[in-house]
């Protein structure tokens, strides 16, 4: 029940050209594949981007935290809003 046989596929690729059209389907195809192309580039770069980052000391990624003096806690200021509503 899972699994789609060939005639479901056949039946995907018949609605597919229906609906797009035999001259609009090698330009999706293409479109679809310099997409892919980008997309793997950009992953590609953004790992090579960590990799070097990783490996150079001082990084703030290899920094440990900073700790506050015991008792003191972390907190944030809240913000507020000084702008009036008029009737």
């Given at each position: ?19 797009f059209g035999a ?34 000391p001082g990084t ?28």
């Open positions: 029940m899972g699994s789609l046989s060939i005639w479901h596929w056949l039946i995907i690729a018949v609605v597919f050209v229906v609906f001259k609009r389907m090698p330009d999706a195809a293409r479109s679809l594949g310099r997409s892919l192309r980008i997309f793997k580039s950009e992953v590609s770069q953004m790992q090579n981007e960590g990799n070097a980052s990783a490996g150079s703030a990624a290899q920094q440990p935290p900073q700790q506050l003096p015991s008792g003191q806690q972390a907190t944030t200021a809240p913000e507020t809003r000084s702008e009036s509503k008029t009737l």
